[in-house]
């Protein structure tokens, strides 16, 4: 069974920055397409970014050229770097890993809080 833990959320002020990271217990890794998603109170669940195993990446207009997907397959581990924070970005942030869908995998999710 595979599993994701994420990490690296907090409360930070508008027009900062934080590193996401997700590390993943899944396998093949580098076969994956990971993903980050996010949930603010109220809402569904949106996509945020994802990233391919070739690399290619995929984002939300809404945090395009400001938040960048990564991976590291030697780490097994997934970041999403999120800059020019705005409150509107305030939501539990998830991680995913996809397989097929058959197999794909969320983590617990991680708070991330921009004050205004």
């Known amino acids: 069974q595979g599993q994701l833990v994420e990490s690296g959320g907090g409360l930070v002020q508008a027009g900062g920055s934080l590193r996401l990271s997700c590390a993943a217990s899944v396998a093949p890794f580098s076969s994956a397409t990971m993903g980050w998603y996010r949930q603010a109170p109220g809402k569904q669940r949106e996509l945020v970014a994802t990233i391919n195993p070739d690399r290619t990446t995929n984002y939300a207009d809404s945090v395009k050229g400001r938040f960048t997907i990564s991976r590291d397959n030697a780490k097994n581990t997934v970041y999403l770097q999120m800059t020019s924070l705005k409150s509107e970005d305030t939501a539990v942030y998830y991680c995913?890993?996809?397989?097929?869908?058959?197999?794909?995998?969320w983590g617990q999710g991680t708070q991330v809080t921009v004050s205004s």
């Open positions: 995913h890993a996809y397989f097929s869908r058959w197999t794909e995998y």
